[in-house]
Structures are given as structure tokens and as C-alpha cells.
Nanobody, 120 residues
Framework: QVQLAESGGGVVQPGGSLRLSCVAS????????MRWHRQAPGKQRELVAA???????NYAEFAKGRFIVSGNNALDTVYLQMNNLSIEDTAVYFC??????????????WGQGTQVTVSS
């Protein structure tokens, strides 16, 4: 069974940085894309950044220029470097894997999330 485990969350002051990690286990098929999402209290879950097996990345507008997503070739270990954090970045951050060899065969897995709190 696929499991994703996030770590690296915590409390940081505005302007500070955090590095989140996501480790996948129980993977038997290739990871097609790994995404980071976040959910703030009272808000919908939103996409933060993604990294694909081919190496391409994309970011939400609020993440561009501040966040960097990276990972190993297999994408079973992925990071989200977050810089110049603001109070609005306070949320639970989740990693999400899309797994499979072809479009008709993809499955999805989510981690439990890691809390990021930006506070002075």
C-alpha cells in the first residue's frame, strides 16, 4: 500500500524559511507527478507546486519566486523549499502522488499533512 509521509513543518517568523519533505513508500509503479497542496483554516485545499517525472515543475502564483519544489529521479522523495514566508502561508501542507504507467491507469495517494505556522 502506498504511503506518503510529510515532515519539516513547524512555527516560523514572517520572512523565515522552511523545507518540507515528502517520502513515499510501498510504491510499485512509477510516480507520474508529485504535488504539494495546502489547506488553511476555513479555506479550500489549493495546489502549491508540482514536479513531474520528466523534471518539469509548476507553481501557483503565490509560490512563484518564493517556493522551490525538487525531488529525486524516482520522485519518491520530494521537497518544498519555502522562503520569505508570510502569515498567509499558514496552512497544513500535503503531498499528493499520481502513480501509474499510463493515463488510464493512474492512482492517487495523499499524505497526512504537516502544519506550517507563520507567526511573529
Amino acid at each position: 500500500q502506498v504511503q506518503l509521509a510529510e515532515s519539516g513543518g513547524g512555527v516560523v517568523q514572517p520572512g523565515g524559511s522552511l523545507r518540507l519533505s515528502c517520502v513515499a513508500s510501498g510504491i510499485t509503479d512509477p510516480i507520474y507527478v508529485m504535488r504539494w497542496h495546502r489547506q488553511a483554516p476555513g479555506k479550500q485545499r489549493e495546489l502549491v507546486a508540482a514536479i513531474a517525472a520528466i523534471g518539469s515543475t509548476n507553481y501557483a502564483e503565490f509560490a512563484k519566486g518564493r517556493f522551490i519544489v525538487s525531488g529525486n529521479n524516482a520522485l519518491d522523495t520530494v521537497y518544498l523549499q519555502m522562503n520569505n514566508l508570510s502569515i498567509e502561508d499558514t496552512a497544513v501542507y500535503f503531498c499528493h502522488a499520481v502513480i501509474g504507467r499510463s493515463a488510464g491507469d493512474y492512482s492517487s495517494a495523499w499524505g497526512q499533512g504537516t502544519q506550517v505556522t507563520v507567526s511573529s
